[in-house]
């Protein structure tokens, strides 16, 4: 039988991060057709840079650009938790889209700040 490594930190971290920009994208399909270019387009730039920036920086080389490409992930991760409460209380989503969401930017600010703590 064959034995499977276990997963490595950025493998973790990178699931969680696709999973969630995948949600994201579902969940802001039903935004209302008039905040396609308002709220719909900024939640779903903001969730694709967390993935974005988080992919650059674990290809940089140098630590303090790498650093810099992390900070940049865990702000937009910052900007779309705001979003995420927002359309919440304007009804854009339901309760377990919401749940499931809040989830998941916890889980993975909890990781980015980790890997933060660890550059300083």
């Known amino acids: 039988m064959e034995q499977t490594k276990p997963k ?22 039903k935004f209302p057709k008039e905040e396609l270019y308002g709220i719909t387009s900024q939640f779903r730039r903001a969730s694709i840079s967390v993935a974005l920036n988080y992919t650059e920086g674990y290809a940089r080389i140098k630590n303090k650009v790498h650093k810099n490409f992390i900070e940049i992930s865990f702000g937009s991760l910052k900007e ?30 909890k990781m980015l700040w980790g890997m933060l703590r660890r550059m300083s």
Not at 10 to 24: G, V, Y
Not at 88 to 102: A, G, I, S, T, V
């Open 80 to 109: 779309v938790i705001f979003l995420i409460n927002f359309c919440h209380e304007e009804n854009f989503m339901d309760e377990d889209e919401f749940k499931k969401l809040n989830q998941l930017t916890e889980e993975i600010a």
């Open 8 to 29: 490595t930190y950025h493998e973790i971290l990178q699931e969680r991060i696709k999973e969630f920009t995948h949600l994201a994208y579902k969940v802001s399909r």
